[in-house]
């Protein structure tokens, strides 16, 4: 597959010619199930969109029941800039049902498939953005992380995966689960396209109260491999890791001392406290965002005899398994007499998570982190909802203090699974970021 | 922390939602056991922080309530409604 840079230097002709060849090799590949739609917007490079941004007169579900029949009337202020800069929406990705899940295994649309092994999940919730990529059927797509669902997506399919810094890309348009969290951001081939998508995509919006009015300088045109940092490693993190990826990490930190960069040791906060503070958090958001939902102005509505029916009937007919799970724990941490306990004492502890990050980035540029605690779990293994939390433990801080972070592949496992590792940043410092991000890329390449 | 049915069927009430008489006991056990994970929040002193977390430093941003319409937006949405009729919504009947 051609990367994004190459695609952009070709011809309004050879862009057509390359649509029509992409559609044929998207449909011999329909067993993978990474697209769920084939629509189209304009004329241009393609880009896979996942199902939860919003692209005009597409139907954009979030992989569930509930919005089949919604078709979107605008355009999210990501899919405006990046129509600007010559890109085109070109299918929609498979997803777990509006982005809660681990694994893309809870959405309407059924399962995807890890283009690797075909018996592993892609990870989720962007599964079928990942998929995709790594599959050959797109050359790079957009995916959403609220705890995560870029990243471990890109590391259990070989692939680059970028969460920016909470308020650098716009979330108009993007399907809210839990919008304290929520960033869209870049899957691709190699670094240097997920920094040009990352560029195309950034930038200021009037239209989100949380976007952040600052300067914005590309970095995809300031790209420098041979900076010298240094890099935080986190030992004591890596217990609840399995033998493969121990052995990634401490073969990576390698890596990086050949390349020049100083490493230092640090240490964060327990991840099991993590896991807590994040799924109080942002259940407690996705039922406020989810109450949306009561079949009567958009979607699908089941037939009640009077309009609280209406609305049970269509929300419990509507949603998945999951999804009524976290809303159901949601209302759980917000209720009377729960509340403090539960939702300000997560509040609390996301501080003392920020407050952890910013204490490491005192001295140290970046932090490299495991993904996930393993290789793509097998279909069937995160059926477990506690399970499945747990395998959340190396993203989701990142997500709970707001910074930047991105998932490159270092190298494949045992089991013939790719292995992939994250460099996390302060905020707003996506440029330090993607330099030591392509640093090591260029020198695992050797 | 044990949630058990009373407490279930009020958080059914809360989020309008219905769970099926044969998923109840499983649900139960479900959400008890994520409940009793995240007790362990209170293993963490909090006691001087501020309960209130904003993702800026500078708080919630203020905008000008200037008045915006687009009448294709509306126009879509309405068109695609369940149930609608000239420019309204149909729901079931809500006073008897």
């Known amino acids: 597959m051609i990367t994004l840079k190459e695609a952009l230097s070709l011809s309004a002709d050879e862009i057509k010619a390359f649509r029509e060849e992409l559609k044929s090799e998207i449909e011999a590949k329909k067993e993978l199930n990474a697209y769920v739609g084939m629509e189209e917007s304009g004329e241009g490079i393609p880009l896979l969109i996942k199902d939860n941004i919003q692209v005009k007169d597409w139907s954009v579900t979030g992989g569930s029941k509930i919005l089949q029949g919604y078709i979107s009337p605008y355009d999210a202020t990501v899919i405006i800039n990046l129509k600007a800069k010559g890109l085109a929406p070109f299918g929609r990705a498979n997803m777990d049902e509006f982005a809660m899940g681990s694994t893309t295994e809870s959405s309407y649309y059924g399962k995807t498939l890890n283009p690797i092994n075909t018996d592993c999940v892609p990870g989720g919730s962007s599964g079928g953005s990942a998929a995709a990529v790594a599959g050959g059927i797109a050359i790079a797509a957009l995916g959403s992380d609220t705890g995560g669902s870029i990243r471990p997506p890109a590391a259990f399919c070989g692939i680059v995966g970028m969460k920016p810094t909470y308020g650098r890309v716009s979330r108009y348009g993007l399907g809210a689960y839990a919008s304290s969290l929520d960033q869209i951001g870049p899957l691709t081939q190699n670094v240097e396209d997920a920094a040009i998508l990352y560029d195309m995509i950034a930038g200021y919006d009037p239209k989100d109260s949380t976007s952040v009015d600052m300067d914005y300088a590309p970095v995809s045109t300031a790209l420098n491999p041979e900076r010298k940092l240094r890099i935080a490693v986190l030992p004591h993190y890596l217990k609840d ?3 493969d990826i121990q052995k990634a990490y401490v073969d990576t930190i390698e890596v990086l001392k050949a390349q020049g960069h100083e490493i230092i040791e640090a240490e964060l906060l327990d991840a099991k406290y993590d896991i807590s503070a994040y799924y109080v958090t942002a259940t407690a958001e996705a039922s406020t965002n989810l109450a949306r939902y009561d079949g009567i102005r958009y979607g699908t509505r089941a037939k009640g005899d009077n309009l609280k029916e209406t609305f049970v009937k269509s929300r419990s007919l509507g949603f998945g398994e999951e999804v009524k799970r976290r809303i159901l724990l949601g209302n759980f941490v917000l209720s009377s007499g729960y509340y403090d306990a539960y939702y300000v004492k997560a509040q609390k502890v996301r501080r003392l998570i920020k407050q952890d990050f910013e204490k490491v980035f005192e001295t140290a540029d970046l932090i490299l982190s495991p993904v996930a605690p393993n290789t793509a779990n097998k279909i069937g293994e995160l059926q477990d909802p506690m399970k499945m939390y747990l395998s ?25 699974m790719p292995v992939g590792l994250q460099l996390i940043a302060p905020a707003f410092d996506e440029q330090t970021l993607f330099d030591g991000a392509l640093g090591l890329e260029n020198a695992l390449k050797g | 922390m044990q949630i058990d049915d009373a407490l279930l069927t009020k958080l059914e009430k809360l989020s309008y939602l219905e769970i099926a008489e044969d998923k109840r006991e499983e649900i139960i056990k479900q959400l008890s056991e994520i409940v009793s994970f995240v007790d362990n929040l209170s293993e963490l002193d909090t006691t001087d922080l501020d309960p209130t977390f904003g993702m800026t430093n500078k708080g919630t941003l203020l905008r000008e309530d200037k008045p915006s319409s687009s009448h294709y937006v509306s126009q879509s949405i309405l068109s695609n409604a369940p149930h609608s009729e000239d420019n309204f919504f149909i729901v079931p009947k809500i006073i008897e």
């Open chain 1, 241 to 243: 890791a399995s033998a």
């Open chain 1, 392 to 416: 959340d433990m190396y993203t989701i801080s990142i997500n709970l203090a707001g910074l930047p972070a991105l998932s490159l592949p270092v190298g494949i496992a045992k089991n013939g």
